[in-house]
């Protein structure tokens, strides 16, 4: 199957700095890529989609400007924390599709980000 | 609003017992529905999905899922539990924009 793989695995960064996290498809391209925000003993929450080339959508709620996403290539997307604040420490995963997958995404293995 | 339920916060099953993980959904159109598993720190595995065709979905390690349109349900099952089973278990459903609902996720502790 398809393989997307997120790096870090485990980050941790102090107050106020910015983290980049980093979403691979290692073999297809991804032209859509969606990042979810777990916390702790709950579900995923979508944050943002991802289409290469252009802006990313934001779902409700979600702060464009403190969560920077970019998807410059069909293989890449990022999603840097900016000032990061305790609050924002969580689990990040990014799941991404391509051309010709039309049933499903294929998800990363997650970053842990704790922010001291 | 479209959603995903798991009612049972966690499950638990003697090794050896079948098990059942329950989820329901309200999702407009035909969903496409999937299981995915999580280990700790880690990110979700695939176990299986639902598209059309056959309601009972057979999937990876044994599972299996059926989907059940006049109750919106799409359980999880598996006939003979294993102690190497315990983990998190997501129901997850599109409508075909690959935005996915999450269930908010069911604890499965298998016991010896």
């Known amino acids: 199957g398809a393989v997307v793989s997120q790096h870090p695995s485990r980050v941790i960064c102090k107050s106020g700095t910015s983290v980049k996290i980093e979403c691979r498809s290692l073999d297809f391209q991804a032209t859509t890529m969606f990042w979810y925000r777990q916390f702790p003993k709950q579900s995923l929450m979508l944050m943002a989609t991802s289409n290469e080339g252009s802006k990313a959508t934001y779902e409700q709620g979600v702060e464009k400007d403190k969560f920077l996403i970019n998807h410059a290539s069909l293989t890449l997307s990022t999603l840097t924390v900016t000032s990061a604040h305790p609050e924002d420490s969580s689990f990040y995963i990014c799941s991404a599709i391509g051309q010709g997958m039309n049933t499903e995404a294929f998800f990363g293995q997650g970053t842990r980000l704790t922010v001291v | 609003a479209q959603s995903v339920a798991q009612p049972e916060d966690q499950v638990n099953v003697a090794e050896g017992n079948p098990l059942t993980v329950k989820c329901t959904y309200s999702?407009?159109?035909?969903?496409?529905l999937f299981w995915y598993v999580q280990y700790p720190n880690r990110g979700l595995q695939f176990l299986l999905k639902?598209?059309?065709?056959?309601?009972l979905v057979k999937g990876s390690y044994g599972f299996e899922a059926e989907f059940n349109k006049s109750q919106t349900s799409f359980h999880l099952k598996k006939p003979s539990a294993l102690v190497s089973d315990s983990a998190l278990y997501f129901c997850?459903?599109?409508?075909?924009?690959?935005?996915?609902?999450f269930g908010t996720g069911t604890r499965l502790k298998v016991l010896a």
């Open positions: 639902y598209i059309t065709g056959d309601n």
């Open positions: 997850a459903a599109t409508s075909g924009t690959y935005k996915y609902i």
């Open positions: 999702v407009s159109g035909n969903p496409y």
